[in-house]
């Protein structure tokens, strides 16, 4: 079995080597991630300019590319066969509710499952004031869920978005599927002067919330819970169509 592993920390960060030391034995394992950091830059193709990817060891390369980039890369030209498992993580920081949108973690996954190869995003839970980072909790719950894709498949386009507290395993409550929730952030704006005296900005403001939405991905993963959601690459509103027709077809 091929498994093609990759991120948005960059390839150098912990998260993805101990993701990739944690599934060795589940098959024949390849590491193509960015060869630097790529956090939020969701689902963007590198089309305009050439792609170079360095080899790193064996079944190992860090591309000058975006998350998305890696798995069109990796899974088309660099490994010797298509993937039967994608994994993307583990990223340093959730990806919890709106944030799929944003992220390069998911953006990675959603990437293989339009091109027809199971993927799972994993993210952990860091808080700002955590010291101590728990990624064997999260290579823990990879496995537990990865193991149930190789086992089961997943349903074409479907991608598991899995999320784990930054908390000793034995400390983990357990997993839980859960649904996508809303997270708020402080939409801040910082305004500086260059030494020109011209503006500039600094955009990003720290998480305030999740919404308090029973069997959300946030609110569970606060409590204790590694949350896995199912993701679909259609986000079509079915519900809406309807109504929609009504109003604009002619
Ligand atoms: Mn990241």
Known sequence: MRILVSNDDGFDAPGIRALADAVMDLGDVWVVAPDSEQ??????????????????????FAVDGT????????????????????????????????????????????????????????SLHV???????????????????????VSHGLPPHTLLNVNVPNIPRVALKGVRTATLGVRRYANRVLRR?????????????PHLSFADIADSDGPLVEQGYASVTPLHSDPTLSTFLEPLRDRLDT
């Open 39 to 60: 956090s939020a830059k969701s689902h963007s193709l590198t089309l305009a300019a050439p792609l170079r990817a360095r080899r790193r060891g064996e079944r190992r």
């Open 67 to 122: 998350p998305a980039d890696c798995i069109y890369l990796g899974a088309h030209g660099l490994l010797d066969g298509p993937p039967d498992l994608v994994l993307s993580g583990v990223n340093r920081g959730s990806n919890l509710g709106t944030d799929v949108h944003y992220s390069g973690t998911v953006a990675a996954a959603r990437e293989a499952v339009m091109a027809g190869f199971p993927a799972v995003a994993i």
């Open 127 to 149: 808080l700002p004031e955590d010291e101590a980072l728990h990624w064997d909790t999260a290579c823990h719950v990879a496995r537990h869920v990865a193991r149930d894709v």
């Open 193 to 205: 002067e260059d030494p020109w005296g011209r503006h500039y900005y600094w955009i990003g403001g």
